[in-house]
């Protein structure tokens, strides 16, 4: 691991980093809890081989707001760099807003993942690098650490050289899960065979639960119990404004509303129109819609488990 303090230094690396394709990058934050958080750290790693952070180089920006530019510049604004994130959304609060170019978010990756494919709690960093990448329990105590102190501890040091070890293993884990086959490849008959496995047992479970759920929904509203374990009722309604057209036409006419927006025709309405139709300046959007029917199975099919 590099730990570059020295503004010439970091200035050398980023040069170096500028010439990379792909980049896993995270930073640390000095008091984030604030309304002036402050950038302390910006880890990076080129290596996703790398284990154990030794490939990792750590830049302390903390008190030089202007390598943080020259970083956006050369690097977080070049799209011939991928820029790999976990909650992207948070670092480029930093490191670019919406200016950033070619940015991979592994959260909105890990949300994309089906659930059975991976079964997780939650869509942390943490949680991915124990779950689908299996590093062992790892601590995240110094998350909410001092990032504004210095010197920094080893312990912060190594917590932060270690984010973007986990950050390219799960990254590659979650391309693994969200590979799409091949459809020409698939076996249909295996697809099959699954879908009416899993039918069976899902009209089982939906119907216990969505009856769980009505009997559930009485007995609590029945017994004035609003809350319980977990459990929370609640009372709403619903208004619907309609009006008819006419009278929307004729209001905005008179109050020099534009109402100028597609409307559209449903099949009743085209046949109301009929022949007038014509001289409306129609927009047609056509979509191919590929359907799937799944019949019912026969009394004397056999389901196969």
């Known amino acids: 691991m590099q730990y570059l303090t ?3 230094e970091i200035e050398a690396a980023i040069a170096q980093y500028s010439q990379k394709q792909q980049l896993w990058i995270d930073t640390e934050v000095a008091d984030y809890n604030t309304k002036q958080p402050k950038l302390s750290l910006i880890q990076i790693l080129d290596d996703p081989s790398d284990l154990n952070g030794s490939r990792v180089t750590i830049l302390d920006i903390l008190s030089q707001p202007e390598l ?4 956006v510049a050369k690097i977080m604004l070049n799209p ?3 820029k790999i994130f976990h ?7 930093f490191l670019g807003k919406n200016q950033a170019k070619n940015v991979t978010c592994t959260l909105k990756l890990a949300k994309e993942v089906p659930f059975y494919k ?5 869509y942390q960093l943490k949680t991915l690098a124990e779950k689908i990448a299996n590093f062992p329990i790892i601590d995240k105590s110094e998350q909410s650490g001092n990032w504004g102190q210095r010197p920094l501890t080893n312990s912060q040091l190594s917590y932060a050289k270690m984010d973007v070890v986990y950050l390219a293993q799960v990254y590659f884990k979650l391309l693994q899960l969200n590979n799409n086959s091949d459809p020409t490849r698939e076996n249909i008959q295996e697809l099959t065979q699954r879908y009416r496995q899993l039918e069976y047992r899902w009209k089982l479970l939906d119907t216990e639960i969505n009856d769980l ?5 009485a007995a609590m509203n029945a017994q004035k119990v609003k809350e319980v374990k977990g459990f929370k009722l609640s009372t709403s309604q619903r208004t619907e404004k309609k009006v008819a057209f006419r009278e929307l036409v ?3 006419q008179e109050k020099g509303i534009d109402l100028d927006f ?8 085209q046949k109301d129109l009929n022949d007038v139709i014509e001289q409306l300046p129609i927009e047609e959007k056509k979509t191919a819609i590929i359907s799937l029917k799944i019949a019912e199975l026969e009394d004397d099919d056999e389901i196969p488990f």
Do not use: G, T
């Open 68 to 71: 943080i530019n020259e970083f």
């Open 87 to 93: 909650n992207a959304q948070y670092d480029l609060k």
């Open 213 to 217: 759920k009505n009997r559930l929904k």
């Open 6 to 8: 020295v503004a010439e």
């Open 80 to 82: 011939e760099i991928e």
């Open 250 to 252: 004729k209001l905005a």
């Open 118 to 122: 991976a079964q997780l709690p939650n």
């Open 262 to 269: 597609a409307v559209k025709l449903d099949k009743k309405l």
